[in-house]
């Protein structure tokens, strides 16, 4: 005899944890199928985050920018930690532990909200209708009023350097080096190969990124970009834009890569090598052929603008569906979903979701960038303030980089904002609530902010909007 539920949801990682267990609290009776297995074999939930995403990867983060302070950055505060030494090892433990407690965290919530969990694995069928086969291989079916899909995505891998034995290793083999790379190769200069690029180019790896495009992120507003990546070198990370990666032969322990750029073929030998050239939505074996749900041409799950597949009472959330592949964006959709399952007017403003990389200094954006805004032929105005002007960064001797905010020439609303500097995620965060909120760049001017703290960088752009900041000469002054 099949179980019966009001919501399943299949997958259980920042999407499909979070769906369930606003299901649950909305009064539906809810399951949530995952089938990942951690290092030692164990079932958990939490998904590429809490496993081997955002979570890891900044408890690592957080590990080498200390070691990286204590080691170069003391002297000038008069502390003298003479010898300094690390334990590569004793880093890998701290952050199993903070992805442990985290996901028994989930675990805990589900019993808290009543959420029923199944282990193993689950294959959508027609008529919301879920195959359920257990760690075991039991297999059971599940009926439900609607399934929600949150199976995420995985790493994209490349003929030209496969996977190979802890030397080529992807994003979650980067997390488990046991110690520290003399050379380190990445292919890919995106989010997650800067970001691990700097883990281990903070403890000592000397670090060379490959990357196919011209332009060093492309995406990014291209001050924040020309900023990032002079920053990026000054620390040591050898950057090579245009390069494509052709191929890669394995030696005794290292591996020699080729790539392409416009002076044609080169060769380079690391120790390792990390493939980190994006990530794809994962459906193997997720999708029976009547079950109605269609993929897009790059393989996502096809939604509309609330999650609803082609398939009725059918919703597909996070980074199996367009949009950022960022966690927040995930757990967001699934809150929707939740909400809408319930008959509310739930939406999610697509328009404004936050980006951060988590390099030193952070990167942060949201919105247009000025590089948008002009394709799009809007009219705009920048403001920009530099974190070398600011009390709290001289303070603390972080005063790289800026924050640029850019409102509509007429309205004055703001359309976008980008920051480079100490915690630029958190920083950002202030222009999306107030985004979300329709502000005006004169109605962030006008706001208190406290004295001294990093947001008044922020506060100093908003006002240098409109030609009003007062710790830097304005282009023109202010208008009467
Ligand atoms: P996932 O987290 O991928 O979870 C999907 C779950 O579904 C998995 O647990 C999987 O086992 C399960 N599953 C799949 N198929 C089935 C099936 N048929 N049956 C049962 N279970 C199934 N994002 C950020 O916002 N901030 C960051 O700082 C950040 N850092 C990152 C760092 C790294 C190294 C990586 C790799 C990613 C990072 N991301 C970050 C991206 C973030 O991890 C993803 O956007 C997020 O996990 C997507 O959530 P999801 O719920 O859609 O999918
Ligand atoms: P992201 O999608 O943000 O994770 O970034 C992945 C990056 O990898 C992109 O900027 C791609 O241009 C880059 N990339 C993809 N394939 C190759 C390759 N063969 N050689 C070098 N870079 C690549």
Redesign the pocket.
């Known amino acids: 005899m099949s179980k019966k539920f009001d919501v399943v949801v299949?997958?259980?990682?920042?999407?499909?944890?979070v769906a369930a267990i606003r299901c649950a609290q909305l009064g539906f009776e809810t399951a949530c199928?995952?089938?990942?297995l951690n290092k030692d074999g164990k079932a958990v939930?939490?998904?590429?985050?809490?496993?081997?995403?955002?979570i890891?990867?900044?408890a690592l983060l957080d590990s080498s920018h200390k070691y990286h302070e204590a080691k170069d950055n003391f002297d000038i505060h008069g502390i003298q930690v003479g010898d300094i030494s690390m334990d590569v090892s004793a880093m890998l433990k701290r952050k199993d532990q903070i992805v442990k407690n985290l996901t028994m965290g989930v675990a805990t919530l589900f019993k808290a909200n009543g959420v029923k969990a199944f282990e193993?694995?689950?294959?959508l069928l027609a008529g919301k209708k879920v195959e359920f086969t257990n760690h075991a291989g039991t297999v059971e079916v599940l009926e439900a009023e609607h399934v929600i899909i949150?199976?995420?995505?995985?790493?994209v891998n490349i003929p030209p350097a496969p996977l190979t034995d802890g030397i080529i290793v992807d994003?979650?083999g980067?997390?488990e080096f046991p110690e520290v790379p003399k050379r380190l190769g990445v292919i890919g200069a995106g989010?997650?190969g800067l970001?691990?690029g700097s883990v281990w180019g903070r403890l000592g790896a000397e670090v060379v990124v490959l990357e196919a495009q011209d332009k060093f992120l492309h995406l990014v507003d291209q001050a924040v970009a020309k900023e990032a990546q002079k920053l990026f070198t000054k620390q040591g990370m050898d950057i090579r834009l245009g390069a494509r990666v052709t191929g890669s032969k394995i030696g005794s322990n290292d591996v020699t890569v080729t790539y392409q750029d416009a002076e044609g073929e080169k060769t380079e030998k690391f120790d390792k090598l990390i493939v980190a050239v994006g990530?794809r939505p994962?459906?193997?074996?997720?999708l029976a052929g009547d079950a109605g749900v269609n993929l897009d041409e790059r393989g996502f799950i096809h939604v509309d603008e609330s999650c609803q597949t082609d398939a009725p009472g059918v919703w597909a959330?996070?980074?199996?569906v367009r949009g950022?592949?960022?966690?927040?964006?995930?757990?967001e959709e699934?809150v929707m979903v939740a909400e809408r399952i319930a008959g509310h007017k739930a939406q999610l403003n697509y328009d404004v979701i936050p980006?951060?990389i988590?390099t030193h200094p952070e990167i942060a954006w949201v919105g247009r960038t000025e590089e948008q805004l002009k394709a799009d032929g809007e009219p705009y105005n920048v403001g920009m303030f530099p974190f070398a002007a600011n009390g709290r960064a001289m303070a603390a001797n972080d005063t790289d980089g800026f924050v640029k905010i850019i409102a509509h020439a007429e309205t004055d609303r703001i359309l976008g904002a980008s920051v480079i500097g100490p915690s630029a995620g958190d920083l950002c965060q202030q222009v999306v609530v107030a985004m979300e909120f329709g502000s005006s760049a004169e109605d962030m001017g006008m706001m208190v902010f406290s004295h001294p703290t990093l947001s008044e960088v922020v506060h100093e752009a908003a006002l240098s909007v409109n030609n009003a900041a007062i710790h830097k000469a304005n282009r023109k002054p202010k208008k009467k």
């Open positions: 299949i997958g259980g990682g920042p999407g499909g944890y199928i995952d089938k990942w939930f939490g998904g590429t985050c809490l496993n081997v995403g955002c890891p990867s900044k193993g694995t689950g294959k949150a199976t995420g995505s995985v790493p994003s979650s980067a997390l989010v997650i970001e691990l990530r994962y459906t193997e074996a997720l959330i996070g980074d199996v950022p592949m960022l966690a927040h964006k995930a757990s699934g980006s951060v988590y």
